[in-house]
């Protein structure tokens, strides 16, 4: 019974430091119509993401996509209470590679605590979340949960590809 009860505890101390409801490893991909966002998303985050992040709302980041053909990337977080959107900031979006890798996308930070529309309109049920769409603003995928920088790159890519 005790070791039933710790093994009990340490499963819920990991199920507790999760931010994202059904976390797991796989890349859910749901195809949606994206029309233009009034959203206020800012683009204030520390470490990686703020050097990422090309537009401060979705609505520029869409209007901007069908100028150049470039596909959006929209990155869900709440930095100011998620411990894995801090990873993912801290340790993903660090990486050379990765940043290197969203140069050819137009990337929005949105704050989850912030744009409850947003989060309601594609569904966004814990963060980090990162949402992927083509240039006309339709939804190709998304990566929920965090991803150290190679599986981020793996599934970006995947997603993506032409």
């Known amino acids: 019974m005790r070791l039933f009860t710790l093994a009990s505890l340490g499963l819920l101390l990991?199920?507790?430091?999760?931010?994202?409801?059904?976390?797991?490893?796989?890349?859910?991909?749901?195809?949606?119509?994206?029309?233009?966002e009034t959203g206020k998303t800012q683009t204030q985050a520390a470490g990686g993401l703020s050097a990422v992040v090309t537009d401060k709302t979705l609505a520029d980041a869409f209007a901007a996509a069908k100028q150049d053909g470039k596909r959006v990337v929209a990155i869900f977080s709440a930095p100011s209470w998620c411990g894995w959107c801090k990873k993912l900031d801290k340790e993903t979006l660090t990486a050379p590679q990765v940043q290197e890798e969203l140069k050819r996308f137009h990337v929005v930070f949105v704050d989850y605590d912030k744009e409850k529309a947003l989060d309601s309109k594609y569904a966004i049920e814990g963060v980090p979340t990162?949402?992927?769409?083509?240039?006309?603003?339709?939804?190709?995928?998304?990566?929920?949960?965090?991803?150290?920088?190679?599986?981020?790159l793996e599934e970006i890519r995947k997603v993506s590809a032409p």
């Open 14 to 36: 990991v199920v507790a430091s999760s931010c994202t409801k059904g976390t797991d490893n796989r890349t859910p991909e749901r195809t949606q119509v994206a029309t233009g």
């Open 130 to 152: 990162t949402i992927i769409f083509d240039k006309s603003g339709r939804q190709l995928g998304e990566i929920g949960g965090f991803r150290d920088a190679a599986r981020f």
